[in-house]
């Protein structure tokens, strides 16, 4: 056939040559396709739990490994791991440091299910460990500014009183600090005490101490870990500028029974815990009770001190999709002067909860939470002059949470967190010479609502991110008194001015806002990685405070047309290293944080059974700033970690230091920790701390005058807070003495022997001024002083015996 | 309530302790003081002038003498005159058959202070007072013990309205109650505005704040009880509850519930407004008072 080159052939004839070749490429790229289809269509899903074979509980962290892909998972929280991957041989390590690894083979040819029990491995005792994590985890994990501690961590660790304390223990770590034995609750990276979210299986906590600080409300015998993010908060936290908290209970041994107890000089405890059906079901009940008036009732007179708690979970697994878990919580400190006056004070949380596999990629956890602070105080002697008062916060929360395991580069979690609130700051009841009146407050309500999405993603062997965003709403709603205030010159009461009620659910004041997260980690080589985070967090309810340590009466109170939410935006940035063969763990990391909308109070505030107390409140600007630097030995014989934080939290505010930067009452510049293990043999441990805090800042006086006979002290500077108190160290050491014989499950019972305070050193906690009691010399005015006060001024020794069954 | 606490810690306190703090303080301005609390008794009243010192002096106060004070009222009546007569520094103004009082409840008096070259200013309402019914004596068991002890309260109720403040001023045997422990403040019935407690008997708190408290310290039969309601205005009621916080430190555990030190604020300013600190308060009372013997039929026995 001859070519006749007219256009319509050319184009014609390019076109056959064309369609030649793309007929080769279609036929190429429809076969690439199809491959990748047949590879698309080919990726299954394994998917499962990691337990632990001794007792059924959740292995949260557990490292899923595939050595063909060179690439790993850890599982969630609740033991679950999601892996999607194409079709092919693997072979899988299951590993968690003190367990013997697994190794399976598994031929992926559909979608598998595979639960993994794990052995406790048999310690030698040159392997002895301290982290549950993998080896090198703070190193390739995305989190930073994080600390884990399993439970067995925290029970080597010296207590007072010879009793193991969790918040005890998370102040032994980098960036977290206390004013002093005495004080309730614990400070991260210059955050006030009502800065931190305290969660017991998610539920808040509103005052996580018993006896004033000196032990906390979580009882170690039904804690599994504990996890406090310092910084890079993931999305699907909210609520508090400072810290997230997360205590999380053991689920109770599901294949047998197991007990374990203890007697020690403040209080026993004692939990147990059993299948409900063997592999299926199981719960635990740990309780506790202190009984120094007991020990003490010779010389009392009616007077009863005491603190008891109940701690109680337990779960049902319907089927290999769906595990349900109740758990609850209720304690109460109660000090009583007689039968008819006195003061207590107490939480109750429960938390219901549906861990559902929607599809193989997919897992919801549905919680529902209740929690409740209550303190009363009431006072009768006689019928016609007494005087109550009850006050409390209610929280009801529902939480779905969603993970979608993409693919093993993206784990996108989303979900929703809606809280209701209500605040009862004062039912109260007067009556006085036989004349009641209700000096009670309204109460206050609130709803708080979330909507969270984020995704975790490997970009490449080197750099991953973790990025997501949070935003959430306030609603102050009636019904209540509402009201406004008026000017006044800075520092001062600001007068009411209007005052309105509203009758029904109405929305008074709303707020919103976005918070958007950011972490990412950069692999520099297997043994080191730069890690940075951002983060917005806000806070829409706040503890009231105006005394040195916070203290049981302390208010929580919402955000209203008076109050603003606080807002606080955090940057870390971090190097973390590890070196040989990751026995040691090295990090420096610094942090940077500035608030708005803090709330101090004008001199003299009164908020305390005052419905205008919003009228003493001040708002200002906050900001903390430091590095910590940690230094941890994992393995051996003699193992620890040395922690060190710079640091600096300050507050600007109107009225206030003449509104120059002060620094916080918690402010402490130089806060160093180290604590070691020795293992000396099978049956002794030895374990030390020893802390060393710079003094935290107070305001002394320069002058004196009189006024109608009372002397008062004076600063002629009027700063606030310009001084510092003498530094705090303290070195503590204990003895753990095990028994020869091992018990029924391999457990062996063990003796404490403890000194707190090694060196009776009295660690001052404030110095105070005032008037002397002696008679001044003849023609002299009265004696003014200074006095320092401990709350601890001597070694503190104690012994304790536990014991399992 | 503040026993309750302290018993509490007694009980756990194994080894708190406190010890005298070497402290350095900063340097001492010396600062004007105008303590210039008055009522409407019909006695010498006083107003007295002198300088703060540093906070560890314990020598008189250095008075400020050669000033000009008086007090104005805006009822038309002549301003009354001060006069250091006596003591350096104290100025003193006493009634006459004309004048028998201060002024009248419900009248706002200026106070006007001359002192080297600079003139200073106050104005502060007198208010009403209520009177004081009666005072008994309670029996009360002493903890940890068999013994008995008299806790004496007065009878009074508020007067209906919100708003009205009170000092109540208790003499035993003569001595007044100075310890900064034994001030009793009250806003209407109760401690504070915020509790609306208003037009009834005064809440326990008040009424039984008339105790000395020291170590050991109780009403004994035979005892000269005297009690004086000192009616006092809102800036007044929150100068006093500051002056409490500041001066009543008893240490001890109270320490973890102590506020931080801070200044108290005056009501006294320079009239042209310059930097110059003044320190102190001018309150003018009108004053209700009840004295007792404490005899046995004042004794209200213990209820089963």
């Known amino acids: 056939m001859s070519m006749r080159f007219t256009p319509i052939s050319i184009r014609n004839t390019v076109f056959v040559h064309l369609k030649g070749k793309s007929q080769r490429i279609f036929t190429l790229l429809g076969f690439l396709l199809c491959f990748s289809m047949t590879v698309v269509a080919q990726d299954f899903t394994i998917n499962g739990y990691v337990k632990d074979a001794s007792n059924g509980e959740a292995m949260f962290g557990a490292t899923i490994y595939i050595k063909e892909l060179q690439s790993g998972q850890v599982t969630n929280a609740y033991g679950f791991y999601s892996v999607t991957i194409p079709r092919g041989k693997y072979n899988i390590e299951f590993r968690f440091t003190g367990y013997e690894t697994i190794l399976k083979e598994v031929s992926l040819t559909q979608n598998e299910r595979l639960d993994i029990e794990l052995e406790e491995a048999k310690t030698d005792l040159e392997e002895v460990v301290v982290t549950a994590e993998a080896e090198n985890a703070n190193v390739t994990n995305v989190e930073m500014s994080i600390e884990r501690l399993d439970i067995k961590e925290i029970q080597r660790m010296p207590a007072l009183l010879g009793e193991v304390d969790i918040i005890r223990s998370i102040q032994l770590l980098p960036g977290v600090s206390t004013v002093g034995e005495g004080a309730s609750g614990f400070n991260v990276r210059g955050g006030s005490v009502g800065q931190n979210l305290v969660l017991l299986d998610q539920a808040p906590v509103y005052n996580s101490s018993h006896l004033f600080g000196l032990f906390s409300v979580f009882n170690p015998d039904a804690v599994s870990n504990v996890e406090l993010y310092k910084g890079g908060i993931p999305a699907q936290y909210g609520g508090r500028i400072s810290s997230i908290l997360g205590v999380r209970m053991k689920e109770g041994n599901v294949k047998e029974f197991e007990g374990t107890g203890g007697v020690g000089l403040i209080f026993s405890r004692l939990s147990l815990e059993a299948p409900l059906i063997k592999d299926k079901a199981s719960f635990i009940v740990a309780a506790r009770r202190s009984y120094i008036d007991v020990v003490a009732a010779p010389f009392l007179n009616g007077e009863r001190l005491f603190f008891y708690d109940l701690t109680a979970k337990a779960n049902y697994k319907i089927d290999d999709r769906n595990k349900i878990f109740l758990s609850g919580y209720f304690g109460r400190d109660r000090f009583a002067f007689d039968a008819n006056q006195g003061f207590s004070w107490g939480n109750q949380t429960s938390t219901l909860r549906w861990n559902h596999l929607i599809s193989d990629k997919l897992f919801l956890n549905l919680t529902g939470i209740y929690s409740n602070y209550d303190y009363q105080l009431s006072f009768a002697d006689r019928a016609e002059d007494s005087f109550k008062w009850d006050s409390n916060i209610r929280t009801v929360n529902v939480k779905p949470e969603l993970s979608y395991f993409i693919n093993p580069k993206n784990e996108l979690t989303f979900g929703v967190d809606v809280v209701n609130y209500r605040f009862a700051p004062a039912e109260a009841f007067a009556v006085s010479a036989g004349e009641g009146t209700d000096i009670g407050l309204e109460d206050k309500q609130g709803l708080e609502s979330s909507v969270f999405i984020a995704n975790k993603q490997e970009i490449n062997s080197k750099l991953s991110l973790e990025y997501g965003l949070r935003l959430s709403s306030f609603l102050y709603l009636g019904p209540t008194e509402v009201y406004d205030f008026g000017d006044a010159p800075a520092g001062e009461r600001r007068p009411v001015i209007g005052q309105s009620t509203v009758d029904d659910n109405s929305v008074i004041e709303d707020f919103l806002n976005l918070e958007p997260r950011f972490s990412f980690r950069y692999q520099l080589n297997p043994t080191s990685s730069v890690k940075g985070s951002y983060n917005r967090m806000v806070q829409y309810i706040h503890l009231l405070s105006n005394t040195t340590a916070s203290i049981p009466l302390d208010v929580w109170t919402p955000s209203t047309n008076n109050l603003d939410p606080q807002l606080g935006d955090q940057f870390a940035l971090g190097y973390f290293r590890n070196f040989k063969d990751n026995q040691f763990e090295a990090s420096i990391e610094a942090y940077y944080r500035e608030t708005q909308n803090q709330l101090d109070y004008i001199d003299g505030a009164d908020l305390l059974l005052n419905q205008f107390f919003e009228g003493d409140v001040l708002s200002g600007d906050g900001r903390a700033y430091g590095v910590e630097l940690m230094l941890k030995k994992n393995a051996g014989k003699i193992n620890g970690w040395a922690s060190y934080t710079l640091g600096r939290t300050e507050l600007k505010v109107d009225g206030i230091n003449q509104g120059a930067w002060y620094p916080t009452r918690f402010d402490q510049t130089h806060n160093l920790k180290l604590v070691g293990f020795y293992e000396m043999n099978e049956r002794m441990t030895f374990s030390s701390n020893f802390t060393l805090t710079s003094g935290t800042p107070t305001t002394f006086p320069s002058s004196r005058y009189s006024i109608q006979g009372f002397t008062v002290p004076h600063s002629d500077n009027r700063a606030r807070n310009d001084v510092r108190i003498p530094t705090y160290h303290r070195l503590d050491l204990s003895l753990t003495l095990y028994a020869k014989k091992e018990n029924r499950r391999g457990d062996k019972n063990f003796w404490v022997f403890s000194l707190y305070n090694l060196y009776a050193r009295e660690n001052p906690f404030s110095i105070y001024f005032n008037t002397s009691d002696e008679m001044p010399m003849p023609g002299n005015l009265v004696n003014t002083e200074a006095t320092q006060f401990s709350v601890l001024g001597s070694v503190l020794p104690s012994i304790s015996y536990n014991f399992k069954f | ?304």
């Open chain 2, 1 to 304: 309530m503040k026993r309750l606490f302290y018993l509490y810690f007694l009980l756990i306190a194994f080894s708190a302790c406190e010890s005298p703090a070497d402290v350095e303080l900063s340097p001492s301005t010396p600062t004007l003081v105008v303590d210039a609390f008055i009522n409407d008794r019909s006695e010498d009243q006083f107003i007295i002038l002198n300088f703060s010192q540093s906070f560890f002096s314990n020598e008189q106060y250095q008075p400020a003498s050669g000033a000009l004070v008086a007090i104005a009222d805006d009822q038309g009546n002549p301003p009354l005159l001060f006069t250091e007569t006596g003591n350096a520094g104290e100025y003193v103004w006493q009634p006459t058959i004309d004048k028998p009082t201060i002024g009248d409840v419900g009248a706002n008096f200026t106070l006007n202070i001359e002192f080297q070259g600079e003139v200073f200013t106050a104005t502060t309402k007198m208010s009403r007072t209520t009177p004081i019914q009666e005072i008994q004596f309670y029996e009360e068991e002493i903890p940890f013990s068999d013994e008995l002890i008299y806790e004496g309260r007065f009878t009074a109720r508020d007067l209906p309205g919100l708003g009205d403040a009170y000092w109540v001023k208790t003499f035993w045997n003569g001595e007044f109650l100075g310890n900064p422990s034994e001030l009793n403040i009250a806003f209407d019935a109760g401690l504070s505005p915020g509790g609306g407690i208003d037009g009834r008997e005064f809440i326990i708190p008040i009424r039984a704040g008339i105790n000395p408290t020291g170590e050991d310290e109780a009403f004994e039969l035979g005892d000269l009880v005297k009690v004086e309601i000192h009616s006092i205005s809102r800036e007044a009621y929150n100068y006093f509850i500051e002056l409490q916080i500041q001066t009543d430190r008893p240490g001890g555990f109270a320490e973890l519930f102590a506020q931080p030190l801070a200044n108290l604020d005056s009501n006294i300013r320079p009239l042209l407004n310059t930097d110059t600190q003044v320190l102190g308060f001018f309150s003018v009372s009108s004053v209700s008072q009840l004295e007792v013997t404490f005899t046995e039929d004042l004794i209200v026995a213990q209820e089963d």
